[in-house]
């Protein structure tokens, strides 16, 4: 072990006379300490958020999707095939969208009534997860047959908040009806309606898909909406999200107009850039919390400066160079503020085993669609975190660094 080393050390042991700087030097890694934790925290809890909301946004906005300009898409199938050879493209699946009044004898509401196929990797594993009664692949089954009424032309499924409008259940059944276009003026214009059957119930935590969504089976939407073979668009899921911007250009490419290519990062674009600069303010402000406890680190050095003036003396008589000088109270700040880095971490981490394992504070599930604070824990956080608070240390044992290689050993001596 280098000598340097092993004086700062021994500066870090408290003696009688020397009792107010140890106490200080404490509190300054103690504050380094809850300064690294709180951001730590705050980082996993800001990216916990940050998962929540993309799964959510996810679950209403495609991966990637393609439309068309001219309203429909005739020859889908064809087009599926072509985006199947895209590397990076787990499943696409055609859907339709139309509006439409939905009621029961105890409700009535508007809707937006998405055509779907059931059983593809959308529905089951996107949608599936916020199912609260009843199965969404029960949307491809054959309806109940009538008890007396009218005969159903298929099952639906709907948002937990439009079940509560219409004040039904799984089992229970809905009447749609919707505009029809049977021509292209104003005159043309009729209306259409059949019974459906609630199949399944689902809550995303979101207000659009609880209380304005129904989901049917796509073929059924076809033939009720006036469809005939075509669809609106193609949502197509990926194999992962780092994909995303490769495989839109890679679509842009193969596809030609009026086909038109977006991804979720084109939907969501201001909700992302905002929460990014949200998260970004946080960092800076915690930083600044780092930044005071590092930087009293000024304060106490100075003093054990001012206090081992005489050894710095002595020191310098017996041949230690400037350079050596000022390593010694460079590696006293470093291992103070290494000290607190490290034992921030290590908070910081237990802070997020406590939030991630237990409910210690509960949020509104109505206005976050989760009733805990939920942890991402992302180690490249805490090794960018360690980075910044290490250097942060390091910059401010410079100034009283510098001030105890100017000490002239005459004049010490002889005073």
Do not use: H
């Given at each position: 072990?280098r ?7 021994r ?7 020397d ?24 980082l ?14 996810l ?34 699946d ?21 055509g ?5 990797p959308t529905?089951?594993d996107?949608?599936g997860?916020?199912?609260t009664s ?9 309806p ?9 032309l298929?099952?639906a499924a ?18 749609v009806?919707?505009?029809i276009?049977?021509?292209?003026t104003?005159?043309?214009?009729s ?9 399944a ?38 194999a992962s999200?780092d ?26 674009r ?6 990014e600069?949200?998260?970004r ?5 915690l ?24 050894d710095i003396?002595?020191?310098m008589t ?9 390593l ?12 607190g ?29 989760i ?21 942060l ?6 100034y ?6 100017r000490?002239?050993?005459a ?5």
């Open positions: 072990m000598y340097e080393l092993k004086i700062a050390l500066y870090l042991r408290a003696r009688r006379k009792a107010f700087i140890s106490i200080t030097t404490l509190f300054t890694g103690v504050g380094v300490m809850i300064g690294v934790a709180a951001l730590i925290v705050t996993s809890v800001m990216g916990g958020f940050e998962e929540s909301l993309k799964q959510r946004v679950a209403l906005t495609p991966q990637v999707q393609i439309l068309s300009g001219e309203g429909s898409i005739s020859n889908y199938g064809k087009i599926q095939a072509t985006v199947a050879k895209v590397a990076g493209v787990r499943s696409s055609p859907f339709t969208v139309s509006q439409a009044m939905v009621s029961t004898k105890r409700g009535v509401g508007g809707a937006v009534v998405r779907v196929v059931p059983n593809s529905m089951t996107q949608w997860r916020y199912v009843g199965k969404m692949s029960s949307l491809a089954d054959a109940p047959a009538p008890s007396g009424g009218e005969s159903m298929g099952n709907i948002g937990a908040g439009l079940a509560r409008k219409l004040k039904v259940a799984v089992g229970g059944q809905i009447r009806v919707a505009p276009m049977t021509g292209e104003a005159s043309s214009l209306t259409k309606s059949g019974e459906f059957a609630v199949c119930i689902f809550e995303s935590g979101m207000n659009f898909p609880d209380n304005d969504l129904v989901f049917i089976e796509l073929k059924r939407a076809q033939e009720f909406f006036g469809r005939g073979s075509s669809v609106n668009g193609i949502d197509v899921r990926l999200l994909r995303t911007v490769a495989v839109t250009g890679a679509l842009r490419k193969m596809l030609a107009a009026p086909l038109a290519v977006r991804n979720w990062m084109d939907y969501n201001s909700a992302t850039a905002g929460f600069m949200l998260k303010v946080y960092s800076l402000v930083m600044l919390l780092i930044g005071v406890g590092a930087f009293n680190l000024v304060a106490t050095l100075i003093m054990v400066v001012m206090e081992k003036r005489k003396a002595v020191l017996m041949g230690a160079t400037r350079r050596e000088v000022r010694i109270f460079v590696l006293k700040g470093l291992v103070v503020g290494a000290a880095t490290f034992a921030g971490l290590l908070l910081g981490a237990i802070g997020c085993f406590v939030l991630s394992r237990y409910q210690v504070i509960s949020i509104p599930r109505e206005i976050y669609g009733s805990t604070v939920p942890i991402a824990v992302d180690p490249i956080n805490f090794v960018l975190v360690a980075i910044s608070s290490l250097t240390c390091l910059a401010a044992t410079f009283p660094a510098r001030q105890a290689s000490e002239v050993p004049e010490v001596l002889r005073s």
